[in-house]
């Protein structure tokens, strides 16, 4: 059945809260938008007419899609190289989604999306419908097939699941410029001790680099194993710039709500290195530099001006 333009409308208005929710399930924006892409040829295939609630239809269909997503996604991850980091997205990218509430801005945290993949898909849905985007319980329990009871129930569990992880201290654009600033000074300094000083003492330092980019497959862990290995990521070497094809600049932004160290070379996005800042100091440092995974982030750096680099790197 052909659309009308007013059917294409419909579906275009909910499509920004279409791939909000999908980005926060799948952690890929790239996955997000195949998602939400396969929402609408299914809503092109239905009789529309029929449909009471066309956000409450469109919300269904991308969630099972999700799902199932999720899924197949958990068993491509077991031949995965090396660790599986989502994807980062820089501040202003509109599949961030809402931020008006503090449970909003941490629901898309990278350090909370992280944490996300330790739940079960249906954990996962529930969490992200409710926590992010205010579904009732009833709603949820329609689009996930389950009792009201029910998923009230593994919203609870997801919740603790989530909060059994580090208290994140909700931090400005302002705090967050101090914090990247106060980082790329100790990593630079040449000494571990600056570095420790803003460490936990149980910080941890992963990358992800997908097989395509070196990545350390274990996380360093504790403040002077991950300060020793700053240190020496940071430390120039003709190599590095080998590797990378160049020297890249270095500069402050925001990914995903928390600090951050975008890596760009000839304009191209090679690393974010997002910072989770607690009350205690850096608890952990994750850097994506899969390729695959900084292609959207090279399109949105692209599109806005970022003045000098703080640092030409190696």
Known sequence: MALTMNDVDRF??????????????????????????????????????RIRVPEAWLTKVLTNLCLNQLASARTRRETYVGAWLPEPLIAGDPMLGPADTAEQRESVSYAVLVLLERLSPNERAVYVLREAFDYPHREIAEILDLTEAASQQIFHRAKKHVADGKARAEIDEAAARR??????????????????????????????????????????????????????????????????????????????????????????????????????????????????????????WAATDHGEPLLIAF
């Open 12 to 49: 275009m208005a909910s499509r920004p809260r279409l791939e909000a929710i999908a980005y926060r399930l799948l952690g890929s924006a790239s996955e997000a938008e195949d998602a939400v892409q396969e929402t609408f040829l299914r809503w092109q295939d239905a009789d529309i007419d």
């Open 179 to 300: 914090i990247v600033d106060e980082f790329l000074v100790a990593a630079t300094s040449g000494r571990t001790e600056p570095l420790v000083r803003l460490l936990t003492q149980d910080a941890i330092a992963i990358g992800d680099g997908g097989g395509k980019v070196p990545a350390r497959t274990k996380a360093f862990e504790g403040a002077l194993a991950v300060a020793t290995f700053m240190r020496g990521l940071f430390k120039p070497g003709k190599a590095k710039r080998a590797l990378l094809g160049g020297s890249p600049g270095i500069y402050a932004a925001t990914a995903n709500g928390e600090p951050a160290l975008v890596v760009v070379l000839d304009g191209r996005v090679v690393g974010i290195m997002c910072l989770e800042v607690t009350a205690e100091g850096i608890a952990a440092i994750r850097s994506q530099a899969n390729p695959d995974k900084l292609e959207r982030a090279t399109r949105a």
